[in-house]
Structures are given as structure tokens and as C-alpha cells.
């Protein structure tokens, strides 16, 4: 990365640790896509550096662990913005078997398929079973309940989840929380989590300690994006309105196939990129429909999520990595602080 | 549309269907139309087109999905609803009864319509 945008980001960082957190600058950070940062939350401070630094080297060490999010596989989509999805989430697949660290598990933040058909669950079933890391967690997109309720969902990807595949679970001492978002939507709305699951989650955070790191993740962002494209949930405020009162809280969403990252008080929000094709920056496009980039292009704007946890300081830090080399990414897309 | 150019439209129905059916191409002006027998509804950038169509009951609506993304057509009130319809499919529905008839796309519930049926 050129020496002038880490100037910017450390020019950043420097406000951010003057005045906690600086909403401009963050917001300008916003639509990077593929260039690669390392977020790290530290007490509710984040604390960022460049990907091609390298911060993951060093994790897995200790009590540490890292996980990966990978999210919108779309199983079976087959236009031109990407008519070979399951190669490209092979690739995916590659890459996180390649990372320096072997990741614990892998997060899927749902559209596993184009249709729910069972052809192309199957299909995702295949792939990732090459993945080295074998636990794989799911939420559902609403790709994935299309012509069932998500019935084929439930049994396939969300055995002994609550209602329609929500569930917690704890490892080595952070608290994740699955999310479904993308159930029973209301005309004109947008994502929705719906009153049982909301009652649901403020019971499940309950009793907790507030210094136990919380990683939420669903599908649509929980946090209002682009309403005009549905892109947030309705009731996100009431869910996050349960952790508040935690020190480190994490929130990692897929659906609009692009990095987008915002920090509120403790709470950090992240979107993925997608494994299949990208999508506009909001309003950028008459929709969000799949966009079309250059053959060469695909694999800079398409990838993986890493994130690493170390347990001195109780942090989390996310590493988003395209498919492509990062060096050519990092350069091919021109996005960068600034560029939002 | 006034209530006198509805009675005029109810009762010059008849005659402008023969007519056009004897002349074979259209000549009324776009005010003296009566709502087509039937219509169809493109979806297009993640929107209905159009948003609102009028059609007289027994017509046939027709929606069909130009978007690379999948959509469903579903009736707010419970009274239809499309399975999923990838590219190029479509999906129609007869409309028997007078009333309004709201709809959206269970997949991305921003996408909303109505039916119109006189």
C-alpha cells in the first residue's frame, strides 16, 4: 500500500484515539473493497493498521483463535457478472486453507444458494467440505428459503436452531450469536428479526458479563445502509439495544457483496464481500442487481473474511481479503481512505 | 378518472371492442381507453412497471422477471402468490373480483405494486 494512504489511516487512527470514535473519519473508510485492513477492537477502541502489514501472522498463538466469514456463495447464479460461482467459491475455499493460521471455524452469512434447490446446497456441501476448518456455522439469506419457508434450510444447515435458525454459541470465551433476518419480511420493509427472536436474544445475552466479547452475525446489515435498496433490518435498534452495555461487540453481516464498516460507540459493523459477484455501492446503480466487472477484475472484488482474536486486550480484529493476490487488488481497485 | 367518464367508459365498452375488432388497430385517444382486457407488469431493476395497472375483473395480469436476480409476486392480502420467478419467467393471475390489490416481492419487500381491478 502506497505510503500516503497509510498516512491516512494513521492520521485516522490518531483521531480515534484522541476522541474515541470519529464517525467521518470511519465513514470515509467505508467501500474499501479488496484492499485489505485490519480492524482490532481493543476496550471499545479501534485500533486499525494495513492488511499488508500482516497482523494475522502472529494470532493463533496462545489462547488466540481466528474464524472466517465468508458470505453470498449464490450457488447456481449463472450470469454473466459470475457464470462460474462455484469456482469462485473453491477459490475461496483455497485461500483460507492457505492463511498463515488455521481458522477454528467459518462463518457463512448466508445466500448460500441462488434458489434453494437442493442441487445447489449440495453443491456448496461438496465445496466446502475441502475447507480445513470443518465446523461451519450458517445463517440464512433470503436466497435460501425461497420455495419452502426455508424448511430444506433448517434441516440441512440449522438442526437444534430456535424458530427459523437462530442460535448462540461460546468459544473460548467470546459469545456468538446467529441471527435470521431475512424470515417473514413485511411489504415495503426492510430485513426483519422479528418479536419471538428479539425476546429470544435479550434473554440470551442476559446474565452475561459485560466483558465478554459478542460477535453478532446475519445476513442483511444491522445496521441501515441504504434503505432505499432494503439495505438494513427493521428492528436492528431493539437488538442492539442488548449490547450495549458489552465492552467489545462485533456485528458481521453479508447481502450487499461489498465491505462497509462503521463504529458506534463499542459496537463495530462489518459487511462481507461476496464469493459470487459484486454488488454497486449504494445508489451507485437503477438497482442493486449483480454488477458486471471485467473477467480480470472478478477475483479483486469478490473474497473472504478473516477474524482474529487475541485474548490480552480482548479484541477482535477483521482482515477482508480478496480472492485475488492482495497486491493486485490493492492497486486494481483504487479504493482506499477517501474514495468512499 | 371521473365518475361521468366511467359511466361513459361502461357503456361505450362494448362498442369501441367492436369497433377496434373490426378496424384492427386503435384509434381512441388514451382518455376515451377503456382499462386493457388484460396487462402486463415488468420487473425490471428491482421494480414493478408499472407500479399501478387498471384492468377490468376477469383480466389476466402477467408479471415477468427481466432482472438476473429472482423475484416473487405476492399479494399483500393472501389472495395470490407466485412461486420464486428467475429470469424471463412469468407468473399471471385472473382477477375475478373488483377491489385493489397490493402486492410485493418476498425477497426484497421494497419492491411493491398494485392491481387496480374496475
Known sequence: ?340 | MTRRNVWVAGFAMPVMIMLLLLAGSSSVTAADQPPAANAEVKIDNFSFGPQTVTVPVGATVTWTNHDDIPHTVVSTDGVFKSKVRDTDETFSYTFTKAGTYPYYCTIHPKMTGKVVVQ
Open chain 1, 1 to 340: 500500500m502506497p505510503d500516503k494512504k497509510q498516512d491516512l489511516i494513521d492520521q485516522q487512527l490518531q483521531d480515534l484515539n484522541n476522541d474515541g470514535v470519529d464517525r467521518r473519519g470511519f465513514l470515509k473508510c467505508m467501500a474499501w473493497a479488496g484492499t485489505g485492513l485490519v480492524w482490532t477492537m481493543s476496550g471499545g477502541i479501534p485500533v486499525s493498521r494495513a492488511f499488508a502489514k500482516g497482523y494475522g501472522k502472529d494470532a493463533g498463538k496462545g489462547g488466540d483463535f481466528s474464524f472466517v466469514q465468508i458470505s453470498d456463495s449464490h450457488i447456481g447464479f449463472n450470469k454473466p457478472a459470475n457464470p462460474d460461482v462455484t469456482a469462485t467459491l473453491q477459490t475461496a475455499i483455497n485461500k483460507i486453507n492457505a492463511l498463515p493460521h488455521k481458522p477454528d471455524f467459518i462463518i457463512h452469512t448466508g445466500d448460500l444458494s441462488q434458489l434453494s434447490k437442493p442441487s445447489e446446497f449440495d453443491t456448496l456441501d461438496q465445496a466446502l467440505k475441502g475447507a480445513s476448518a470443518k465446523q461451519i456455522y450458517f445463517v440464512p439469506g433470503e436466497h435460501d428459503m425461497l420455495s419452502d419457508n426455508g424448511e430444506q434450510y433448517l434441516q440441512r444447515y440449522g438442526k437444534g436452531t430456535k424458530g427459523t435458525g437462530w442460535y448462540s454459541f461460546d468459544h473460548k470465551g467470546v459469545h456468538f450469536v446467529g441471527l435470521v433476518n431475512v424470515a417473514n419480511l413485511k411489504a415495503g420493509g426492510m430485513g426483519s428479526l422479528g418479536h419471538e427472536q428479539l425476546e429470544w436474544l435479550e434473554g440470551d445475552l442476559k446474565g452475561r458479563s459485560a466483558s465478554t466479547p459478542i460477535v453478532l452475525f446475519a445476513h442483511i446489515p444491522l445496521w441501515t445502509i441504504y434503505p432505499e435498496w432494503g439495505w438494513g433490518t427493521d428492528d436492528s435498534e431493539q437488538a442492539l439495544s442488548y449490547v450495549k452495555r458489552f465492552g467489545s461487540v462485533t456485528v458481521l453481516n453479508g447481502h450487499i457483496h461489498q465491505i462497509m464498516q462503521k463504529v458506534e460507540g463499542k459496537v463495530s459493523f462489518h459487511t462481507a464481500m461476496s464469493t459470487a459477484f459484486p454488488q454497486p455501492a449504494p445508489g451507485k446503480a437503477p438497482s442493486a442487481g449483480p454488477m458486471k466487472v471485467p473477467a480480470d477484475q472478478l477475483q479483486g472484488v469478490l473474497g473472504i473474511t478473516d477474524v482474529n482474536y487475541v485474548v490480552s486486550g480482548r479484541s477482535l480484529a477483521v482482515v477482508d481479503s480478496p480472492l485475488a493476490d492482495s497486491g493486485s487488488s490493492a492497486s486494481g481497485n483504487g479504493a482506499g481512505p477517501g474514495a468512499s
